[in-house]
């Protein structure tokens, strides 16, 4: 890792650990609840593959990890490189009782299980904070099985130019004053909406998944475009 992928990976992962106690309650306000629905979808999407092995990575909170335990037989490994934000990941499912999540610490760009490894892999708005995304992806490429599926949910950018302009209004002034009010850390909140503008827009990172190797690859819209699921197969 050169300095200044370092330097992104600390700044991301401090942001991290600052918004973790906030983090479900702001997802909520943020996206007017939206988000909780998109993330039942993907297991939606995953039981249909009857998966065994599933790996949630940039897990959080651990929410997509809780849905995905739901598939019978499932065995779901939740990965994250915020030690706060798995922390409240573990009480949930301490508290629901769950015992076929396992929770650890680690890089979406240095994945530590073996190739070919899971039928589903998930990764719920986190691949734009990826400190290299092509080097991410290609790792998610690598332990999942042949025919096994990526989706992935991640903000977007709405491409209607009536629509983009509500989507600038919210995210430049809603989401900044409720993020100072309900959280004191609007920079913090802030950078995270630079990260949606900087992520290369739907049909780029189709383009990116084909390249690194995905084929069959689909795209649900939500909320009018501001977030997009990505359904990819290797």
């Given at each position: 890792?050169?300095?200044?992928?370092?330097?992104?990976?600390?700044?991301?992962?401090?942001?991290?650990?600052?918004?973790?106690?906030?983090?479900?309650?702001?997802?909520?306000?943020?996206?007017?609840?939206?988000?909780?629905?998109?993330?039942?979808?993907?297991?939606?999407?995953?039981?249909?593959?009857?998966?065994?092995?599933?790996?949630?990575?940039?897990?959080?909170?651990?929410?997509?990890a809780i849905n995905l335990s739901k598939i019978n037989g499932s065995?779901?490994?939740?990965?994250?490189?915020?030690?706060?934000?798995?922390?409240?990941?573990?009480?949930?499912?301490?508290?629901l009782k769950i015992n076929n999540i396992n929770f650890k610490t680690?890089?979406?760009?240095?994945?530590?299980?073996?190739?070919?490894?899971?039928?589903?892999?998930?990764?719920?708005?986190?691949?734009?904070?990826?400190?290299?995304?092509?080097?991410?992806?290609?790792?998610?490429?690598?332990?999942?099985?042949?025919?096994?599926?990526?989706?992935?949910?991640?903000?977007?950018?709405?491409?209607?130019?009536?629509?983009?302009?509500?989507?600038?209004?919210?995210?430049?002034?809603?989401?900044?004053?409720?993020?100072?009010?309900?959280?004191?850390?609007?920079?913090?909140?802030?950078?995270?909406?630079?990260?949606?503008?900087?992520?290369?827009?739907?049909?780029?990172?189709?383009?990116?998944?084909?390249?690194?190797?995905?084929?069959?690859?689909?795209?649900?819209?939500?909320?009018?475009g501001a977030s997009t699921i990505y359904i990819a197969s290797k």
């Amino acid at each position: 890792m050169n300095n200044s992928k370092s330097t992104n990976f600390v700044r991301i992962k401090n942001i991290f650990e600052s918004i973790s106690n906030e983090y479900d309650f702001m997802n909520d306000l943020m996206t007017l609840r939206n988000h909780s629905k998109w993330k039942k979808e993907i297991a939606e999407i995953a039981i249909a593959s009857s998966p065994k092995r599933i790996l949630d990575i940039a897990t959080g909170t651990g929410d997509i990890a809780i849905n995905l335990s739901k598939i019978n037989g499932s065995k779901i490994e939740g990965v994250d490189i915020s030690d706060n934000m798995l922390k409240v990941a573990r009480k949930k499912i301490k508290e629901l009782k769950i015992n076929n999540i396992n929770f650890k610490t680690c890089e979406a760009e240095n994945l530590v299980f073996e190739d070919n490894h899971f039928d589903i892999i998930s990764i719920g708005y986190g691949v734009r904070n990826f400190s290299n995304l092509e080097k991410g992806l290609n790792e998610s490429y690598r332990v999942l099985k042949k025919d096994g599926k990526l989706i992935i949910l991640e903000t977007s950018v709405p491409e209607n130019p009536i629509i983009k302009f509500l989507y600038t209004l919210i995210t430049r002034v809603y989401i900044p004053i409720i993020a100072f009010i309900f959280s004191g850390k609007t920079k913090a909140y802030l950078y995270l909406l630079d990260s949606t503008d900087k992520f290369p827009p739907k049909n780029k990172f189709v383009e990116i998944l084909y390249k690194t190797g995905f084929e069959k690859i689909e795209t649900r819209k939500k909320l009018y475009g501001a977030s997009t699921i990505y359904i990819a197969s290797k």
